[in-house]
């Protein structure tokens, strides 16, 4: 079964950028799909970026398309999410989550394993 670890949270300010990245074990990347989340405190999780494993077709959410970029690298079985021009309303736990392979969906019921989360924060 596949395991993910998230790594690459932290404190920045804002304007400031980070890079998450989900470690994959126990699977080959092309049998998963691979999105992540985020989920601040009081709110519901929401779906910000996703990448299928069929043809590396990326989604992402309108509160951070242009600011954050999801890629894969399928030889180091990792998924990095570069986020560019945080913002105060950034800050969450991020998650990554592994799916069927060929899902590109922002819905978190559809993904069936998670990492533990990381925190992210973005404070002057």
């Known amino acids: 079964q596949v395991q993910l670890v998230e790594s690459g949270g932290g404190l920045v300010q804002p304007g400031g950028s980070l890079r998450l990245s989900c470690a994959a074990s126990g699977g080959s990347s092309n049998d998963y799909s691979i999105g992540w989340f985020r989920q601040a405190p009081g709110k519901e999780r929401e779906g910000i970026a996703c990448i299928s494993s069929h043809d590396g077709a990326t989604y992402y959410a309108p509160s951070v398309r242009g600011r954050f970029t999801l890629s894969r690298d399928y030889t180091k079985n990792t998924a990095s999410l570069q986020m560019d021009g945080l913002k105060a309303e950034d800050p969450a736990v991020y998650y990554c989550?592994?799916?069927?392979?060929?899902?590109?969906?922002?819905?978190?019921?559809?993904?069936?394993?998670w990492g533990q989360g990381i925190q992210v924060s973005v404070s002057s």
């Open positions: 989550a592994a799916g069927p392979p060929r899902l590109l969906s922002l819905q978190p019921n559809y993904y069936d394993k």
